[in-house]
């Protein structure tokens, strides 16, 4: 197995620890009412024991972070030349970025060095970002970002377009669609309530009202809650569906590497 098979196992691996990280949440905030982000998902997981599993999980986190820089970087995904493909690649390098960190996570809970807490990372972040100059504005900027992602994944749920990158045997199955289709609308919604407190929290200089995706299932009142829960939970079934039926493109080493030097020859 050559480098590029190797990198499309792991991804595939990646997809489905993305789509079990998102079962994780839909399953506490369903049966317990307990809210968790990603991070959350990944320690609930390693409070279970399941050591092997994060193992097979860390690995394909980084599988999945480093297909989506590679797609960032060399347009592996073949987006076109415009401002739409350029900000799907921003996006790419902004997931693959989100990955890694996550996989870091997984290896620090393998090493049993990770916080048994997190807290609220956002607002820490938030209050990071306010003693630099010009922080509000960057933390107004941020929070318009997360509000356009969440537009941008609503648009996805209602043309369907993650069907486009489906093998063909799957990609018209009427479950598959609507599970991609709750699925993103769940994760657009839960961006856009990010957004919001992000952008209040750059706008009145106050830390205290950032959150990310924990705050916002919290922000939740029943029975928005369930909904989108279920929402998280079709988005988790459809990662599934894609770490099985994704069509990846993943160029050779050998390309790849070519790219690169005819980029730093520039």
């Known amino acids: 197995m050559d480098a590029s098979a190797r990198l499309t196992t792991l991804t595939r691996l990646g997809f489905a620890a993305r789509g079990l990280l998102y079962l994780v949440i839909a399953y ?136 486009d990158n489906l093998d063909p045997s799957v990609a018209h199955e009427p479950w598959v669609k609507w599970a991609g289709r709750l699925g993103y609308a769940a994760r657009g919604i839960v961006f856009l309530i990010s957004g919001f407190f992000l952008s209040r929290a750059g706008t009145e200089a106050q830390a205290s009202e950032a959150g990310g995706m924990e705050q916002a299932l919290s922000w939740l009142t029943s029975p928005w809650d369930m909904i989108i829960a279920i929402g998280l939970a079709a988005f988790g079934i459809f990662s599934l569906v894609e770490a099985r039926y994704r069509i990846i493109h993943n160029p050779s080493a050998g390309a790849l590497g070519q790219q690169a030097r005819s980029k730093l020859s520039v």
């Open 28 to 163: 506490l905030i369903i049966r317990t009412g307990r809210t968790e982000d990603v991070s959350g998902a990944l320690r609930y997981l390693g409070e279970g024991g399941g050591r092997l599993l994060l193992i097979v999980m860390a690995a394909g986190l980084i599988g999945y972070g480093l297909w989506r820089l590679s797609d960032a970087a060399f347009n592996v995904e073949r987006h076109d030349d415009d401002k739409q493909g350029m900000a799907q690649r921003a996006g790419a390098a902004g997931s693959g970025l989100i990955h890694l960190f996550l996989a870091w996570q997984a290896i620090s809970l393998i090493r049993g060095a990770a916080r048994s807490s997190s807290g609220n990372g956002t607002q820490e972040g938030a209050q990071s970002a306010l003693s630099l100059p010009g922080g509000t504005l960057m933390l107004l900027l941020a929070g318009l970002v997360l509000i356009g992602v969440g537009f941008f994944q609503l648009v996805k749920a209602a043309k369907a377009s993650f069907c």
